[in-house]
Each structure stands twice: as C-alpha cells, then as structure tokens.
C-alpha cells in the first residue's frame, strides 16, 4: 500500500455552511493517511442558549441563586434570584430567570418569558443577557426571528467580552450574513473567543491561519491552535491536530502520537479519524505493528459513516478470508449503530 498521505479539504466551507445555518436561512486543508481531497470534520454547531451566568467576582454577597442552580435546586435559585430582582433590578438574576424559563428548569418552559427576562438583562448591560436574547432572536424563539437584531446583540455581547457571542458573530463576518463579510474582523473575533479559551474559535482560527485568510498564512500557529482545541477534547481538531503530527507540519513529527489521536476520535465516531487510523493500523505506522484485522474493521466503519478509500479496500481483498471475517465481526456493532441512526 502507499504510504502516501493526501490532503484533506480546507474546512472553511463547512465554517461557512455553519454561518448561515446559525441564522437559520439553510442549512467549521490538511495532510493525512488518505487520498487527497477528503472533506475536513464539520466545526461543532454555534451555541444556541445562554451559559449559566457567572457569579460577580467583586461581590460581597454570596450568590446564593447561582448556587443552587449550580446545585440544581432550580426552585429555590428562581425564588432567590427572584428576590433580588424585586430587592434590587439586578441583571444577573434576571438572566438567570431568563436561563431557568428557556430550559424548563423548575419552571414550565416558557420561550416568551425567558425572552423578557433577558431583554430585561440585556438593557442593564448584562453580556450572558444579550448572548441569550441574539440566539433567542436569531432563532425565532419567544418571538419572530429577527436575524438582523441578533447580530446587533452578539456584536454588544462580544464587545464586552462574551466569547461565545464572538465566535458567532465571526461566522456571520466569515460568510458575509446579516453583515458584510469581512475575513479579517472574523479572524479578530475568533481570536478574542480563542484566548478565552473557546475550542471551536481555536479551531476556527487554526483553519484560518493554515489558508492564510484574514490572517498571515502560519503552519506553527495554526497547528498550536489545533493542538489547544484538541486539549480541550473538540473531536475536528484532534483530528486536524493528528494530521499535523503525522505529516510534521508546524510540530515535530509525531506518527505515534498521530495514531493515539485519531484512535481517540475515531472511538468518537469521526469517519475521518477511522480511515486514517485504519491506514496506520494497515502500514504499521505510528502504531507497534501492522493490525490487518483492526484495519479492515475501522475501513469498514469509515466506509459505511461515507468515507471511500480504494487503497484500503485494495488491502482488504489481498486478506485472508479468516481475517476479513474477524475484522467484520469486530465491525458489526459500530455498523449496526450506524445502519439505526440512518433508520
């Protein structure tokens, strides 16, 4: 078998596809153990509801509401954020009010309240607030979508430094929706959200800087963004991550450390990282010896999640039948998963 290793497809297309899907109109370029030209893993989905409000770090006063939301006593945190609303307006009560109505937590879900509790938020200044109203407007939730006033909001929540809020609201600069599209401001976004340690906006960014779009073209920095999502357990980036290992591409080559990752992602389910991990168990490389069962296993996994590789089936057909048949059976519950997810 070659021990060629092609070139992935750049995954801006799939950032841009996430842009636009966050706006809800229609629905995140690499070397690897494949032939060239596969599609890279699709950026995880933009978040669609507010994280859990944060206690104020300059405060005497024990938040004793975020607390028992923390705890998930979602009736006592509504009847003491509540408290503090009547007792003082204060913001970060109502979104956590606003947080409880969207999620149904102690209370009946209620999209039209929660809509009114973080415009209430938002209006005081609270950035979790305007996060959760962008997404709420964005996605037509407890009133018509107004994709135009969710850009606004992301863009007030992003400028006081909700990370969440600016990752999304580069996608919308990257793809040019409800805003004129601007890669370079994009890439300023995705860097703010990724030094708050955001995984996909490190990931994003990493993209960008592999390409060189918006941003000087840097193997080093877009493989030490890829290695830092990764660290923060984003399946598309251990597989990008794991590619860069393997191919020594602003890293020192590391075909060992290459086949951990993608066998990680690949035991998540990532097609990608299956057919690259079959080729290393095929080739003997980054592994302690070649597997021909294992190999044709993940082939069979990757195949059927839509993967094609006429190599590895190449390599198949040249097994023994005994071998085939054990690499089936060890395939079967993976395939089995995948025919029930289709069904």
């Not at 102690?106 to 005081?124: F, I, M, S």
């Not at 006033?149 to 909700?162: F, I, N, T, V």
Request: with cysteine.
């Amino acid at each position: 078998m070659s021990a060629r290793y092609g070139t992935a497809a750049v995954a801006i297309a799939s950032l841009l596809a996430l842009a636009t899907a966050v706006l809800g109109a229609t629905p995140a370029q690499a070397q690897a153990p494949a032939k060239p030209t596969q599609a890279a893993p699709p950026a995880k989905k933009a978040a669609k509801t507010v994280a859990p409000p944060k206690p104020a770090a300059p405060s005497h006063e024990p938040d004793l509401a975020y607390g028992a939301y923390q705890q998930g006593h979602y009736l006592t945190a509504f009847a003491e954020a509540t408290k503090r609303v009547n007792a003082s307006s204060d913001p970060r009560s109502m979104t956590l009010l606003g947080e409880l109505y969207a999620n149904g937590l102690g209370v009946p879900k209620n999209d039209a309240e929660a809509a009114k509790w973080y415009k209430l938020a938002a209006e005081r200044g609270d950035r979790e607030a305007m996060f959760a109203l962008a997404m709420f407007r964005i996605e037509g939730r407890g009133a018509p979508r107004d994709p135009a006033e969710g850009a606004r909001l992301l863009a007030e929540a992003a400028k006081r430094g909700q990370a969440a809020a600016a990752y999304d609201l580069a996608l919308l600069y990257l793809s040019g929706q409800q805003v004129e599209q601007d890669v370079k401001h994009a890439a300023e976004l995705f860097q703010q959200a990724a030094s708050a340690g955001n995984a996909e906006a490190q990931y994003a960014l990493g993209t960008l800087y592999k390409d060189g779009r918006g941003v000087p073209q840097d193997s080093q920095k877009a493989t030490q963004l890829m290695a830092e999502a990764a660290e923060a357990d984003l399946v598309d980036a251990e597989v990008e991550y794991g590619i860069a290992l393997f191919n020594g591409t602003g890293t020192p080559k590391d075909e060992a450390r290459a086949a951990a990752l993608f066998r990680k992602a690949a035991t998540r389910g990532n097609p990608i990282a299956q057919n690259r991990l079959a080729r290393c168990l095929a080739s003997g490389r980054g592994v302690p010896a070649p597997d021909p069962v294992e190999a044709i296993k993940w082939h069979l996994i990757s195949k059927a999640a839509g993967e094609t590789d006429a190599d590895l089936d190449k390599f198949a057909a040249q097994q023994t039948p005994e071998t085939r048949a054990a690499a089936e059976k060890a395939a079967k519950p993976w395939l089995d998963m995948i025919a029930q997810s289709r069904s």
